[in-house]
């Protein structure tokens, strides 16, 4: 089966990322198929490269990124939730004069074409947060 995963919450705040991040594992592992993950509104947070996590807690940003490149996986965040809340790639923050981008390079930004095209794209669309 092919899933596309959708995330709104964003990683500290509430226990909805981390549910969302062990639920694409066991997709994986169960021999299915991610076509897209998609971080929406605060779940764009999962994103920034520029979190400092306490060596006590889980780095939920860092497993995303690893759980992306190890799979191959299409991590796309919504560009106005993005810039909304300071998260933007190198393009964004030259467009906007920005000093600096905080958008880990394992992610794109693209708007909410791209999360329809996800769910016509999958047999199954799971949202968490």
């Known amino acids: 089966m092919i899933f596309s995963i ?17 639920f694409a594992e066991s997709v994986l592992r169960g021999g299915h198929r991610i076509h897209r993950i998609f971080f929406f509104t605060d779940g764009v947070h999962n994103a920034n490269r520029l979190t400092v996590v306490s060596r006590d807690e889980a780095n939920l940003q860092e497993l995303w990124r690893q759980l992306i490149h190890e799979h191959d996986l299409d991590a796309t965040v919504c560009v ?4 909304y809340r300071g998260l933007v790639d190198e393009e964004q923050a030259a467009r ?17 074409g791209q999360l329809t095209d996800a769910c016509l794209q999958s047999g199954r669309t799971v949202s968490f947060g």
């Open 6 to 22: 959708v995330i709104h919450a964003p990683p500290y705040s509430r226990q909805a990322a981390g549910t969302a991040l062990r």
């Open 80 to 83: 106005s939730s993005a810039i």
């Open 96 to 112: 906007h004069e920005l000093p600096a981008f905080s958008l880990h390079p394992e992610f794109s930004i693209a708007g909410l």
